[in-house]
């Protein structure tokens, strides 16, 4: 542990450590005077909990950043992102579409997209067009370790100090992909797990087996304690479908009976209802939402709800999704990830706001295109861009 924890070294902010710290001014003075307040919140959260000083004063800024700005419901700062519109500091990035499995959830499973991985230069050349890079999402439709190229890109980012988050399947996660997350400091990685028994897990996702992926699951955790380390926070997602929403409340039980330590399992309500998967297609009722927070507290398990999961939608003049731009295997870039698992990147391309292999990001973000998308929804109108919005809906 560094020496400064808990001396006070570092008690005050000097203005070279704010600097330092921040990477530098920001060039709008509203959003540097609400920055510099954030690194304060940072310096103290740095010294009081170990966790964060292992992790360095520069990476609890960017956790204390995005815990502030990542879809607020503040009005200030919802109205300041509106209308200031600060370059992204957060990104999704698809690094492949390939993937082993057929889960009959998935869009991977009917489309005719092909199995395209995203190269090594291609994935510098976007991540270097964000120089205040603080959190980056790099899973797309796929699996990212079928990609040769994915370990050295997550690197590349960790080598940034850049908060990773990954989705899973842990069909490929073994003991070997396993330590090198927890050594790399991988922030925070979803387990795609969407059933508690065997038999309706393999049903679902069809092409994997439920051995070997808990197996790996139990892995990663052994290599979090034999190394001391709290990162990767590991959490459970489960896509609650028509054939599994029985098993919601168990799900819990099964997890605590792994032995594993979660930081939270989500429930997610499929994003889209598109012909293939309409069968499966269900809301969550209250009564079972409430059993499964029942069953959370007793076990102590924290469960968290997607954004897809109230039925009463907020209005589209609150959405955030906007500022994390997320960038296909093709250099496609769309608003957000909401927009995914509908099977049609015909209309998504079609809807697109530019590609990032053809233009600047910086043109594409300043250009007529998302110029146009954010007056619309600060208006409370959906753009062509978002009349899809499986979240938000337009304001009364
Ligand atoms: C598309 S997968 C890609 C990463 C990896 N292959 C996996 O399954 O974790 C990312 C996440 O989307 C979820 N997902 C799959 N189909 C979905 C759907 N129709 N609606 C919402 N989420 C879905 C998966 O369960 C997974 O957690
Ligand atoms: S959910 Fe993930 S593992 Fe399953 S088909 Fe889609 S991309 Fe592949
Ligand atoms: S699709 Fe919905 S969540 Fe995404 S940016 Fe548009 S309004 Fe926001």
Not at 121 to 135: A, E, N, R, T
Not at 220 to 226: A, C, G, S, Y
């Amino acid at each position: 542990m560094p020496k400064q924890m808990g001396d006070g070294v570092l008690n005050s902010l000097t203005p070279a450590l704010d600097l330092a710290m921040r990477g530098g001014d920001n060039p709008d003075q509203e959003i540097n005077e609400l920055e510099k307040r954030i690194a304060q919140g940072a310096l103290q959260r740095f010294e009081m909990n170990p966790v964060f000083t292992d992790k360095g004063l520069r990476w609890t800024y960017y956790w204390t950043h995005f815990n502030v700005f990542w879809m607020s419901k503040d009005p200030k700062i919802i109205d300041l992102l509106y209308t200031k519109a600060p370059y992204p500091q957060y990104i999704e990035v698809e690094t492949t579409t390939a993937c082993n499995l057929k889960c009959r959830i998935c869009e991977h499973t009917y489309w005719d997209e092909p199995n395209v991985h995203m190269t090594f230069p291609q994935f510098k050349h976007i991540v270097d067009q964000f120089p205040s890079l603080k959190w980056i999402g790099m899973t797309g439709i796929g699996e990212a370790w079928t990609n040769p190229e994915f370990e050295r890109m997550l690197r590349y980012v960790k080598g940034k100090g850049i908060y990773v988050e990954l989705y899973d399947s842990f069909f490929y996660t073994d003991d070997e992909k396993a330590r090198l997350q927890v050594k790399l400091g991988v922030e925070k990685i979803f387990v795609s797990l969407d059933a508690a028994t065997k038999e309706t897990y393999e049903s679902i996702r069809v092409g994997s087996n439920w051995d070997l992926v808990t197996g790996n699951i139990v892995k990663l955790d052994k290599w979090k304690k034999r190394l001391h380390k709290y990162f990767p926070e590991l959490c459970f997602h489960f896509i609650v479908t028509n054939d599994n929403i029985h098993e919601m409340v168990d799900y819990l039980d099964m997890i605590r009976e792994l032995g594993v330590d979660v930081h939270f399992v989500q429930f997610t309500r499929m994003l889209h209802d598109f012909p293939e998967v309409k069968d499966q297609f269900v809301e969550i009722p209250e009564d079972i939402k409430e059993a499964v927070l029942k069953r959370g507290q007793e076990l102590g398990i924290q469960v968290g709800w997607n954004a897809t999961v109230p039925q009463h939608k907020p209005p589209a003049s609150t959405c955030l999704a906007w500022w994390m731009p997320f960038v296909f295997v093709d250099g496609t870039v769309i608003p957000c990830c909401a927009l995914n698992e509908q099977n049609d990147r015909r209309w998504q391309r079609g809807t697109s706001l530019g590609n990032i292999f053809e233009k600047p990001f910086r043109e594409i973000w300043w250009g007529p295109e998302y110029t146009e998308m954010r007056r619309a929804l600060h208006a409370g109108e959906f753009p062509r861009n978002c009349d899809r919005c499986p979240i938000y809906e337009v304001d009364e």
